[in-house]
């Protein structure tokens, strides 16, 4: 095999794990790139003030949404199940729990919904589909 072939495979996969990494670490979408988020991503500036509709997890596979209605007893493990599923920071998460009712994700597809709202009423919380 020659070694061209080698290192644009190698590329290929940095770029596809760099893709997943940024969306994941910091909610940030290479498809929708705009020169803005990538100043506040690469110069740190958030200055802790986050739009309301920052916190919204925006689908495009369903027309179904998600309201938070009660956190329950335990605010932090619904924070902690909120951040594993949809990829939020801490303070996203806790404006969503602090903030109910809150629609924290839409657009989603009837399967993701129910798998989420089980989720979060596993722990204690109440979400509403609609």
């Not at 969306?23 to 100043?39: G, I, Q």
């Not at 986050?50 to 916190?55: A, M, T």
């Given at each position: 095999m020659d070694m061209p072939y080698v290192y644009a495979a190698i590329a290929i996969m940095l770029i596809v794990f760099a893709r997943e990494f940024l969306?994941?670490?910091?909610?940030?979408?290479?498809?929708?790139?705009?020169?803005?988020?990538?100043?506040a991503l690469f110069s740190g500036q958030?200055?802790?003030?986050?739009?309301?509709?920052?916190?919204?997890i925006k689908r495009t596979s369903g027309d179904k949404s998600l309201v938070l209605s009660d956190a329950g007893t335990n605010k932090a493990t619904v924070m902690a199940t909120l951040r594993q599923i949809t990829g939020i920071d801490y303070n996203s998460a806790k404006k969503i729990v602090e903030s109910a009712p809150y629609t924290f994700m839409t657009n989603v597809s009837d399967k993701e919904a129910d798998l989420?709202?089980?989720?979060?009423?596993?722990v204690g919380a109440k979400v509403e589909i609609k």
């Open positions: 969306r994941k670490r910091y909610n940030f979408d290479m498809d929708n790139v705009s020169f803005d988020k990538l100043k958030n200055n802790g003030s986050k739009k309301e509709e920052d916190c919204v989420t709202k089980k989720a979060l009423e596993f």
